[in-house]
T-cell receptor, first 112, second 115 residues
Framework: NAGVTQTPKFQVLKTGQSMTLQCAQD?????MSWYRQDPGMGLRLIHY???????DQGEVPNGYNVSRSTTEDFPLRLLSAAPSQTSVYFC???????????FGSGTRLTVV | AQSVTQLGSHVSVSEGALVLLRCNYS??????LFWYVQYPNQGLQLLLK??????LVKGINGFEAEFKKSETSFHLTKPSAHMSDAAEYFC?????????????FGTGTRLTVIP
């Protein structure tokens, strides 16, 4: 049971480039979320999904897009990377939000 | 609006000493509360959760937390620190009456254990 798998683990982008951070879970969880973690700021919610075909914005959605075509996958797209998007990104999933989330190991993104 | 305050961004304890990490929440209704631990270069792992059952919650690795409504607190404790407890700890709150993914995290407390 792999849990939540994020790829890549590390990425360096130039300003203006686009990329997709991949997230996949094999636990048949309906709820999935993307967070970014910055020093001294904890984790902030970017986008979330409550099931295939349903997504919504979180606290800091600007500059990011998501889609949820299957229960397993929840990719995060950066359309035009900016240095302010340098961060560690975590994907998380759960069957029941009251029960707590399972987190992936993160993607460390640097935008230069 | 939901918010979480973790007092002390860094806490140091000696091995074998009591661990106390503080978390205060702001919520208009009794919330769901969580403690997560993050080891270096890893994702977050759920330590324990409070969802309106018993106010004293026991988690993994010997940690426990007590929900005190009168103090709006959910402090994390462990009677005797172990070297392996060195990590960053996050408190999080969710309002059960709002959206499914409105989970708000504190800014974290880094625990150092001194041998």
């Amino acid at each position: 049971n792999a849990g939540v798998t994020q790829t890549p683990k590390f990425q360096v982008l130039k300003t203006g480039q686009s990329m997709t951070l991949q997230c996949a879970q094999d636990m048949n969880h309906e709820y999935m979320s993307w967070y970014r973690q910055d020093p001294g700021m904890g984790l902030r919610l970017i986008h979330y999904s409550v099931g295939a075909g349903i997504t919504d914005q979180g606290e800091v959605p600007n500059g990011y897009n998501v889609s949820r075509s299957t229960t397993e996958d929840f990719p995060l797209r950066l359309l035009s990377a900016a240095p302010s998007q340098t961060s560690v990104y975590f994907c998380a999933s759960t069957r029941d939000p009251a029960g707590g989330y399972t987190f992936g190991s993160g993607t460390r993104l640097t935008v230069v | 609006a939901q918010s979480v305050t973790q007092l002390g961004s860094h806490v140091s304890v000696s091995e074998g000493a009591l661990v106390l990490l503080r978390c205060n929440y702001s919520s208009s209704v009794p919330p769901y509360l969580f403690w997560y631990v993050q080891y270096p270069n890893q994702g977050l792992q759920l330590l324990l959760k409070y969802t309106s059952a018993a106010t004293l919650v026991k988690g993994i690795n010997g940690f426990e937390a007590e929900f005190k409504k009168s103090e709006t607190s959910f402090h994390l404790t462990k009677p005797s620190a172990h070297m392996s407890d060195a990590a960053e700890y996050f408190c999080a709150v969710r309002d059960p009456q709002t959206g499914a993914n409105n989970l708000f995290f504190g800014t974290g407390t880094r625990l150092t254990v001194i041998p």
